[in-house]
C-alpha cells in the first residue's frame, strides 16, 4: 500500500468513527514541509456541511489520532487542517520495506488490464523524423510504467504503409527503370527475393514522387491508379511493396533501437485493409452510413457536442479509402487478433479530432466501447522560434541524425567536465551516446506532455539542473558510493534507523515512490516520475554532504545509511529504466 493510501485508511477511519464519510480522510503530502510532512482537509468540508465548527471538529479526529504511534506529531493548523509526521519508527519501518522491495516500494495495479499500445506510426519509406519522436519516446515510456504496474502491453508499430505514398513511389520507380519486372503486368510471379533499390534509393525516391505529383496532374492521376492497382492486388506490385516495407522497417527498427524503443507488433495499415469490406457492410446493416456527394459516410456528431465533429468519411466517391477507414478497422483486427481490454493511440495532439471521431464510430457501431480507447496526446518539439522544430536549412530533420547530433554534443560536455575520458575510445564513444540519448528523452519526459518545449540542446545536456546527464550521474554517484564502501571492510548494510533530519529527508522521498508511480500510472504522465527521480537525486546530495556512509564511526547509523543509499540507487535506475533511459555503468 501507498503512504497515501495507508494515511487515508488510517484518518478514513477516524471520519467513519465520528459518522462521516471514509473519503473525508484522504491525506496528501503537505503544503508546508517546515510544518508537517502530511495533511488532510477533511475536517474543513465535513463541517461545512454538518454546520460545525471545522477546527473543532479536526480537534477531534486528531485527539483519537494522537496514540497512534505510527505518528510523532499530530496537530490542527489553520481554519482546521490535521497536519501530521511519521514517527522515526514507521518511517524506517516503510522504509525498510521499500529497501527489501525488489520493486522498490512501487505501487502495483489491483485489476490489471491487457492493453495494444500504439506509438510508433513511422511512414514507409519516409525516414523517422521528430514528429515520430515524442511517440516513441512517450509510448516506450508509458508501456513500461503500465507494464510495471501490471499491465500486459503489446507495442504495435503500426506502420503507415498503404496510403497514396505507395503509389507515388511505384510510379517513380517505373520511371527510373521501366524494365523491371515489377511492372509488366502479364508477369504474376515469383519475382526476385532482393529488393530491386535500397533504402537509400527510397528515401531519395520519394521526394522526387511527391514533388512531381504535386506539379503534374498528370503524374498525380497516375499515382493514384497504381495505388488503387496495389489496393486491389496487382502481383508485381504488391511484391515490389513488400521490398519497401522491408527496406523501411530494417532502417527504423535500427532508428528505435538507438533510442531504446522496441515494438512487439510490427503491423501496418494494411493488414486492416482485407478486414474493410466486411466492416462496412456491418456498419450499412446497422443503418450507420449514409451517401454525401457520392461519399459513404458515418455521422458521429452527437448533441451538445462543444464543437463540430465532421463525420468520419468511410469510403471516398471514387471508392478509395482514408486514414479513419484504415483506423477503424484496425480497430477490429485488434479485437479479432488480440482481444485486448483496452487501446491506447500516444499520437501527437493534432490528430485528436481524428481519434474523436474514429472511437466515436467504433463505439455506434458496436466494435470497441470508446471509453476503453485512450489517445494519450502531446505537444510539439519546436524550435527557438516557437515553430515545429526543423534543420538550420528548413527541412524535417530525420532522426538518425538528432541521434548523431546529441551524441557529438554529449562527447563535448564529457570531455568538458572530464568525464568519462579514460575509458578507451569505444567505451566513451557508447557513454556519450547514452549521455546524448538521455539528455533528449528526459528532456522530452519532464514536459507535461501536452505542453510544447523548445529543443535547446544546452540546456538539456547541462549536468547540474532537472537534465538527463544530471540524473545518470547521479545513478553512478550512488553506485559509486556503494561500491567504495563495499570495499572499506565492516561496512555491510543493514536495519533503517532513521534519526537525523537528512535521513528523515531521504526516507520520505523514496516513500513518495509509490504514490508517484501511482499517478503516473494513472494519468499516463511520466513527467511525474521526472520529478520524482529530480527530488530523489537532490534529496540524496544533501543527505551525502551532510552526513558521512562508509566513514561513519558508528555501526549501526552506517549500517542504516548505506541501506538508505542503497534503496535510491535501486530506485533511481528503476525510474530511470521505466523513463526507458539506459544508464551507462560508470562516467
Ligand atoms: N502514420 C501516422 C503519421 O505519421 C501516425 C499513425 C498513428 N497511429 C494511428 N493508429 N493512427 O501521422
Not at 527475393?193 to 520519394?206: G, K, M, T, V
Not at 486514414?323 to 485488434?334: F, K, N, Q, S
Not at 481490454?341 to 485528436?352: E, G, H, K, L, N
Not at 457501431?365 to 480507447?373: E, M, S, W
Request: glycine share 8%; with cysteine.
Amino acid at each position: 500500500m501507498t503512504i497515501l493510501a495507508e494515511l487515508s485508511d488510517v484518518l478514513g477511519a477516524r471520519f467513519a468513527a465520528a459518522g462521516l464519510e471514509p473519503a473525508l480522510g484522504a491525506a496528501r503530502w503537505a503544503d508546508r514541509p517546515d510544518l508537517a510532512q502530511f495533511q488532510c482537509n477533511g475536517a474543513l468540508a465535513a463541517a461545512k456541511a454538518a454546520g460545525e465548527n471545522p477546527r473543532a471538529l479536526a480537534e477531534r479526529i486528531a485527539a483519537a489520532l494522537r496514540d497512534n504511534p505510527i505518528f510523532a506529531d499530530v496537530s490542527i493548523a489553520g481554519p482546521g487542517f490535521i497536519n501530521l509526521t511519521l514517527s522515526d519508527e514507521a518511517l524506517s519501518a516503510r522504509v525498510q520495506r521499500i529497501a527489501d522491495d525488489p520493486r522498490c516500494g512501487g505501487w502495483a495495479s489491483a485489476d490489471p488490464e491487457k492493453i495494444v499500445m500504439d506509438y510508433g506510426g513511422p511512414n514507409i519509406a519516409k525516414p523517422l523524423h521528430v514528429g515520430h519522436l515524442r511517440s516513441a519516446i512517450i509510448g516506450e515510456s508509458l508501456k513500461r510504467i503500465l507494464r510495471f504496474a501490471g499491465d500486459t502491453v503489446i507495442g504495435d508499430a503500426h506502420l503507415g504503409d498503404w496510403g497514396l505514398p505507395m503509389g507515388q513511389l511505384i510510379t517513380e520507380l517505373k520511371r527510373e527503370q521501366p524494365s523491371l519486372v515489377y511492372f509488366d503486368p502479364s508477369h504474376e510471379g515469383p519475382f526476385p527475393a532482393e529488393a530491386p533499390i535500397d533504402f537509400a534509393d527510397l528515401e531519395r525516391l520519394y521526394p522526387l514522387a511527391s514533388a512531381a505529383c504535386k506539379a503534374d496532374p498528370e503524374r498525380a492521376a497516375e499515382a493514384r491508379a497504381a495505388t488503387a492497382e496495389l489496393q486491389r492486388g496487382r502481383a508485381g506490385y504488391r511484391a515490389l511493396w513488400r521490398h519497401f516495407i522491408a527496406l523501411s522497417r530494417a532502417a527504423v527498427e535500427r532508428d528505435y533501437a538507438d533510442l531504446g524503443v522496441a515494438f512487439d507488433l510490427w503491423k501496418g495499415e494494411s493488414d486492416a485493409d482485407p478486414l474493410i469490406p466486411a466492416m462496412a457492410e456491418a456498419l450499412r446493416a446497422k443503418g450507420l452510413v449514409e451517401e454525401s456527394d457520392g461519399a459513404q459516410i458515418v455521422r458521429v456528431a452527437r448533441e451538445g457536442d462543444a464543437k463540430e465533429i465532421p463525420p468520419l468519411i468511410l469510403f471516398k466517391s471514387d471508392g478509395s479509402v482514408l486514414y479513419g477507414t484504415t483506423d477503424l478497422a484496425t480497430i477490429v483486427d485488434r479485437v479479432n487478433t488480440d482481444n485486448p481490454d483496452r487501446m491506447i493511440y500516444v499520437v501527437d495532439q493534432r490528430q485528436s479530432l481524428h481519434f474523436e471521431q474514429v472511437f466515436r464510430a467504433s463505439d455506434l457501431a458496436g466494435i470497441f466501447p470508446a471509453d476503453r480507447l485512450e489517445h494519450i496526446r502531446f505537444g510539439t518539439m519546436n524550435g527557438k522560434d516557437g515553430k515545429p522544430f526543423k534543420t538550420r536549412e528548413g527541412g524535417v530533420l530525420k532522426l538518425r541524425d538528432l541521434i548523431d547530433m546529441v551524441t557529438e554534443r554529449a562527447q563535448a560536455r564529457l570531455a568538458e567536465s572530464g568525464l568519462a575520458q579514460d575509458y578507451g575510445e569505444a567505451e566513451t564513444q557508447a557513454v556519450a551516446r547514452k549521455v546524448g540519448v538521455a539528455a533528449l528523452k528526459f528532456a522530452d519526459l519532464s514536459n507535461q506532455r501536452t505542453t510544447d518545449y523548445v529543443f535547446d540542446l544546452d540546456r538539456f545536456m547541462a549536468f547540474e539542473g532537472k537534465t538527463g546527464p544530471y540524473l545518470l550521474y547521479a545513478s553512478v554517484r550512488v553506485r559509486s558510493v556503494l561500491a567504495r564502501a563495499e570495499a572499506m571492510s565492516g561496512a555491510p548494510a543493514g536495519p533503517v534507523a532513521i534519526a537525523e533530519r537528512e535521513e528523515r529527508d531521504l526516507g520520505l522521498a523514496l516513500t513518495a515512490f509509490g504514490d508517484v508511480a501511482r499517478e503516473a500510472y494513472d494519468k499516463r504522465m511520466p513527467h511525474l516520475l521526472c520529478d520524482h527521480a529530480f527530488q530523489l537525486a537532490q534529496t540524496f546530495s544533501k543527505f551525502y554532504a551532510a552526513r558521512r556512509i562508509a566513514d561513519e564511526p558508528d555501526a549501526a547509523a552506517r549500517a542504516s545509511r548505506l541501506s538508505l543509499a542503497r534503496a535510491t540507487g535501486a530506485q533511481l535506475d528503476l525510474i530511470l529504466s521505466l523513463l526507458g533511459i539506459d544508464a551507462p555503468a560508470r562516467m
